[in-house]
């Protein structure tokens, strides 16, 4: 599982789901309720496409940007360890722990959100840390104790949040977070979703069903921040587009991930790979497990690298439409985990035994690049990349 550009490294901020029933049969209710989770045709019409459902998510965020904020407020009498968690100063050393994870665990992003306002800053850390704590359920150091039951207890704290109930501090901040921004719940539970379909699906037979999987686990982050980092004042886009465009990214960032992994992947017995993709590269599930990289397999990695690609420079216009103190944690983003792909390249498309990743050096020249691009006017930008 692979999920808002992490690998695996674990931290330990206060998850707490009971996880404490064995995993009999677990995997069968937890296929059926996602399932039951994902939109379906029941008046003889085809079924959508993952994309088309996915869109459909997307114009219903975008339609909330126009909506006015929420007048919900928290609760002022509840408590967390006897402190009213709505204090100032609970809030307050909430975010401050939530910077420090994203500090810990992303720092080059982390450094990016410092150029951002003091609200939007603490906003998108407080998705950060969320995200992560929900990413680890699956990938964590308990994660052979998750159970589909487990998943469930942590989608109802995540509901609970949004209605103003917080469980922990951490909580607390998200909540504070979708209660000042136009958040909606949808693709927290959809990455919710994804863990549930890590526990019971280890193939994906076509690039429909993995480009599900990739929005469930990554795509849906681009959808929870643009909320956070704005839209430019002066962009002429649509909402929706711009939103398009970050799960664009999402999608990219996940399948380099995935091709990043496949050695490591496949010694869990997992492979991230469309199956009918890797039928028509003459290879199989016996080629990944074995490990050898063939011509038969540059080709294939070739190809789906420029796949990736596509969905960077998808990406790449959705970042000029951002407000301009957002732009650089996403630039960073996106050039380095596009350098990874650079790697694989260079590493002779041997995934199976070479780590791909950005040297330190190539980071240190990124990031002033990625400033750079971040403070340049949009209509430059814009005519520079389409002239």
Known sequence: MKSFHRRRKFFKVGVAPEVSEKKIAGKNNAKAQLMSNVATDHDGRPPLSSEQRVYNVILKQAALVDKPPKSRSLPSDLALDSIPVTTKNLLNEAYDRCGEVCAEYAKTFYLGTLLMTPERRK???????WCRRTDELVDGPNASQITPTALNRWEQRLERAFEGQPYDMLDAALAETVLKFPVDIQPFRDMINGMRMDLF????FNFDELYLYCYYVAGTVGLMSVPIMGIDPGSKASTESVYNAALALGIANQLTNILRDVGEDASRGRIYLPQDELEQ????????????VTDKWRAFMKDQIKRA???FKQAEMGVL???????WPVW???LLYEQILDSIEANDYDNFTKRAY?????????????YVRAVVPPSVTRLAATG
């Not at 439409?321 to 732009?327: A, F, P, V």
Request: proline share 2%; no cysteine.
């Open 281 to 292: 590269f003459g290879l199989s599930d016996d080629d990944i497990f074995a490990g050898v």
């Open 309 to 311: 690609r596509i969905f």
């Open 123 to 129: 906003a998108i850390w407080a998705i950060y840390v």
């Open 201 to 204: 699906k280890s193939r994906y």
């Open 332 to 334: 960073a983003s996106l």
């Open 358 to 370: 950005v040297g330190k050096w190539k980071k240190l020249i990124t990031v002033p690049v990625a």
């Open 321 to 327: 439409e951002l407000d301009k103190d957002s732009r």
